[in-house]
């Protein structure tokens, strides 16, 4: 029994040591913690990255990154935004919502690729992913995410790193795209609050975010101790029991579009010290990022 204790208590100072050192990254990382090197590496991943969205003739593009490192739970991207052909300020512009920490409050924030790129977790290997929605839906979705004003009718001002999909009373950046997608493609109605219908609308296309597990709900309990953006009060009590959380992560996003529109182009990419290895519509990239055949390796 006393080992038992112990071995809660380890578990529970280890949940707390990286739930400190995870609101301190989220929150501190800006291009300052990178050496010269590591920037210049990023640089030219950037560049791999704006190259293949110039490829393409969609005007709009589902863009993620692995930021956080949430590897341990099987997550490799964490953040997601529209990269947008159109952007008034540079072609493939990133428009996302942005937790600003300094002011404690969400925006909607317009980032360069490279920019978006910078905001990984790991500069010696990183990951990239683009979803081009072509045609009708495109051409809606960059009108609608181009117009600031509409852009905002789906920014929630409290926001919440692990929101659930079907309450309103968080958001997430993630969870903003989803809606904002709504506005663009589905009838809502007028006279319901745009959150409350943009999610009704998301829930009956079939928009189903799954569940992470969290291994123990000794996590959790760290979590929301110690990380002041993540919240559980809009999660059901029985994911809590089973120590498990659903969120809207940006592969819960890409995977309901490419329900939607199954021929709908999908390019990853990855980068390590040495290269960058770039796979059109292929099967995901290992976490190794090595090249298989037919693969485009860049040198670095």
Request: proline share 6%; with cysteine.
């Amino acid at each position: 029994m006393r080992r038992w204790g112990l071995a809660v208590l380890g578990l529970a100072l280890g949940a707390s040591a990286w739930a400190s050192g995870l609101s301190q990254r989220f929150c501190d990382g800006d291009a300052s913690r990178l050496s010269t090197a590591d920037q210049d590496r990023l640089l030219r991943f950037a560049a791999v990255v704006r190259e293949e969205l110039g490829r393409s003739s969609a005007p709009v593009a589902l863009i993620g990154r692995a930021g956080l490192n949430l590897a341990r739970w099987g997550v490799r991207y964490s953040h997601a935004g529209l990269a947008l052909s159109s952007h008034p300020d540079a072609p493939w512009t990133v428009r996302q919502l942005y937790y600003a920490c300094g002011e404690g409050r969400p925006r909607v924030f317009d980032q360069g690729v490279a920019g978006f790129v910078f905001g990984t977790n790991d500069a010696e290997r990183g990951f990239v992913s683009l979803l081009f929605i072509d045609g009708e839906a495109g051409e809606r979705l960059q009108a609608q995410a181009l117009d600031r004003e509409q852009a905002l009718r789906v920014l929630h001002p409290r926001y919440s790193a692990n929101a659930h999909p079907f309450s309103t009373q968080f958001q997430n950046c993630n969870q903003w795209v989803a809606e904002l997608m709504a506005l663009a493609w589905g009838p809502l109605d007028p006279l319901e609050p745009p959150r409350e219908a943009a999610q009704r609308w998301l829930q009956a296309s079939g928009f189903q975010p799954q569940a992470v597990s969290a291994g123990s709900r000794a996590w959790l309990w760290v979590a929301r101790a110690f990380v002041p953006w993540i919240h559980f009060s809009d999660h059901p009590k029985t994911d809590w029991a089973q120590a498990q959380v659903r969120t809207t992560l940006p592969a819960d996003v890409a995977a309901w579009v490419q329900q939607r529109q199954p021929e709908t182009p999908r390019v990853e990419l990855c980068h390590t010290r040495t290269q960058v290895v770039v796979r059109r519509d292929g099967p995901p990239l290992s976490e190794a990022c090595e090249a298989q055949d037919g693969d485009r390796v860049v040198p670095l």
